[in-house]
């Protein structure tokens, strides 16, 4: 009779065993690899920016993606900034980055059709990142914002597919001060 105790408390010892590990592996996972997502509210104003000289008056739809690369933000909306650059580049919208002064890093190579610039005047009064500035064909500021609300950017929840719709259709745009609530970092360098 000792014999089914025994496979009843070396099974119950293995199960013991097994979940500990599972919990363990659970909880180094989520420590190393998930982070809670707080929301942070921005307000976006335009007012101050411009194109570099190059690149201002008439001419394509710019669009110019404001990024930090220390910021966790920025992977939420890459996949969807690669798959503007498929949709809208055939159409003639240019695209363009501004890296944050001071910092390191490089754009994945999905983004690699981006053409860098060194400067935009106008960068440093930018609250936070990762965002975006649209200029019309006419060399006007359309949009300046984020990318959408929320912790993820996708088709379905931003804000920039319907300005460069509009602004392919000739209507014109102008929403240059924006509030908005989600994963955003700070851009101003003293911050």
């Known amino acids: 009779m000792r014999k089914p105790y025994r496979t009843a408390l070396l099974a119950s010892l293995i199960i013991l065993i097994c979940g500990a590990m599972l919990w363990a592996a659970y909880d180094w996972f989520q420590g190393r690899y998930l982070r809670a997502f707080s929301q942070h509210t921005a307000v976006f104003s335009g007012d101050m920016l411009t194109l570099p000289e190059p690149l201002a008056g008439p001419g394509?739809?710019?669009?110019?993606?404001?990024?930090?690369?220390?910021?966790?933000?920025?992977?939420?909306?890459?996949?969807?900034?690669?798959?503007?650059?498929?949709?809208?580049a055939p159409q003639g919208v240019e695209f363009y980055a501004l890296q944050k002064a001071?910092?390191?890093?490089?754009?994945?190579?999905?983004?690699?059709?981006?053409?860098?610039?060194?400067?935009?005047?106008g960068a440093e009064q930018v609250p936070a990142s990762p965002a975006v500035?649209?200029?019309?064909?006419?060399?006007?500021?359309?949009?300046?914002?984020?990318?959408?609300?929320?912790?993820?950017?996708?088709?379905?929840?931003?804000?920039?597919?319907?300005?460069?719709?509009?602004?392919?259709?000739g209507r014109e745009v102008n929403a240059i001060h924006t509030l908005a609530v989600g994963c955003y970092c700070s851009w101003p360098k003293d911050l």
């Open 133 to 169: 500035g649209i200029w019309d064909r006419n060399g006007k500021l359309a949009y300046f914002g984020p990318y959408s609300e929320g912790l993820t950017c996708n088709s379905s929840n931003s804000f920039i597919e319907p300005i460069l719709q509009a602004l392919n259709s």
């Open 60 to 88: 394509p739809i710019r669009l110019v993606h404001f990024w930090d690369p220390a910021c966790p933000c920025n992977v939420g909306n890459q996949q969807h900034l690669s798959e503007l650059i498929e949709q809208y």
């Open 102 to 121: 001071g910092s390191h890093g490089q754009l994945p190579a999905t983004l690699g059709a981006m053409t860098l610039l060194s400067a935009l005047p």
